[in-house]
């Protein structure tokens, strides 16, 4: 397995976010971790990618609220719960974060290049730009345009090409859709499929079950920090309950 998370649990004070939770990602899957608002996934991939651990040590400096974090993490047959955030970048475990995040008044280019902050191999780098140009076209041709000013689908482009410019062997995509109309949505995840297609291993947190389903070999489902259940989408929607109470269809 490429990813394992074995028994995490992350509590902020005394609230549960994330309850005794166990999975596993194989190399060239995609993975959906789905649920109803609330539920912990974005929690899910902040702890994985490390920024749990950041804001944990963040709140302990200004004593407003203590964050924990329990269980094993391990990625690429290395334990990772316990490094920083940007060692974990570096052994190529990549976060997509929720709503985009853009460098806002940088350009297109710089927001790119920034991605490749830990690449010192200013060739690759480059190389690894004109993947990302190919894949998305309008990055190329926006490249000196100032990011806060894109679309949004435009934003959601370039947060994915920004986390490809890490060169990922695992890519964690956080809620792609929100925010997006349908025909921008649709682009989207035809591009997380192109993703993929690369040899990319991809965990996604999304609320578009019904379209994640068809994309995923296999689904987690999530509801109050607690795995309920797990299987393909096909094997999820024959539950008439976890149909209705946790996926909203």
Not at 78 to 99: F, Q, T
């Amino acid at each position: 397995m490429l990813l394992e998370i074995a028994h995490l649990t992350v509590r902020y004070e005394k609230a549960v976010l994330i309850n005794d939770l166990s999975l596993s990602v194989d190399t060239g899957e995609l993975v959906a971790l789905v649920g109803p608002n609330g539920a912990g996934k974005s929690t899910t991939l902040r702890a994985i990618s490390g920024l749990v651990a950041w804001e944990r040590e963040i709140k302990r400096r200004s004593t407003s609220g203590d964050i924990t974090m329990e269980g094993m993490v391990t990625f690429d047959g290395e334990r990772i719960d316990s490094i920083p955030a940007h060692e974990i970048v570096r052994r190529g475990l990549v976060l997509c974060p929720e709503r985009r995040r853009p460098f806002r008044e940088m350009t297109v280019l710089d927001n790119l290049l920034a991605g490749a902050y830990l690449q010192k191999d200013k060739e690759k780098s480059r190389e690894t730009l004109g993947k990302v140009y190919k894949m998305f076209p309008v990055l190329k041709d926006r490249s000196r345009q100032i990011s806060g000013t894109l679309s949004g689908g435009e934003q959601q482009m370039l947060a994915i090409g920004r986390a490809l410019m890490s060169e990922p062997k695992l890519l964690c995509i956080d809620e792609p859709s929100t925010g997006l109309a349908p025909l921008m949505r649709k682009e989207v995840f035809e591009k997380i499929v192109e993703v993929k297609n690369l040899g990319i291993t991809i965990l996604l947190v999304e609320q578009e079950v019904s379209t994640v389903f068809k994309l995923a070999s296999r689904n987690y489902v999530l509801s109050s920090g607690k795995l309920i259940a797990e299987g393909t989408g096909d094997d999820l929607l024959k539950d008439e309950i976890l149909r209705k109470t946790y996926l909203g269809l």
